[in-house]
């Protein structure tokens, strides 16, 4: 699965059409659109099922990484309060197999040329966010306490234990 993403055109193409004629009979609850769909299409649900527990298993992989206990928020919540980044980005890396592929990042373990190529993507497709132009105030406060391959966690220890000696 590294390396590729589910590919499920038909149940696209059935649910968007599910979907429209919902909203033009006045709308149904999702759950009664997904059991229609079930109903009428169980030929193209059995063919597409593997990558649509994929997709669900990603989804509920991403919330966990952002919501679990230990999570970046809470190891260095005065990072996040002097710069309100997101906990997690998604970033390129290459796997075990040399493939690569758009990895989860929690912020704190980013390195500084990850955080600076990610300000460069995400400028590429869209207007600057708060949280972007955060990333960017931190990348440009912590990169003096490391190197490009210095995680945040690391250049913020680095800044604080600075601090503390001159403070």
Not at 58 to 73: E, H, K, P, T
Not at 93 to 99: F, L, S
Not at 157 to 162: E, G, V
């Amino acid at each position: 699965m590294a390396g590729s993403k589910p590919k499920t055109p038909q149940i696209r193409t059935l649910i968007a059409a599910a979907v429209e004629k919902a909203m033009n009979s006045g709308g149904a609850i999702p759950h009664q659109i997904v059991a229609a769909i079930r109903k009428n299409n169980p030929k193209a649900i059995a063919a597409e099922t593997d990558a649509m527990v994929d997709m669900a298993m990603l989804s509920i992989v991403r919330q966990y990484g952002n919501l679990r206990a230990g999570s970046a928020s809470v190891a260095q919540p005065d990072f996040f309060r002097e710069y309100p980044v997101s906990e997690s980005v998604i970033v390129p890396m290459a796997g075990k197999n040399g493939v690569v592929d758009k990895t989860v990042v929690r912020v704190d373990r980013l390195t500084i040329d990850q955080a600076r190529e990610h300000v460069a993507q995400y400028k590429r497709k869209t207007a600057k966010s708060k949280r972007i132009v955060a990333l960017e105030r931190a990348i440009k406060d912590l990169a003096p306490y490391g190197t490009g391959d210095s995680t945040f966690a690391e250049c913020w220890k680095a800044k604080m234990a600075k601090a503390k000696k001159t403070g």
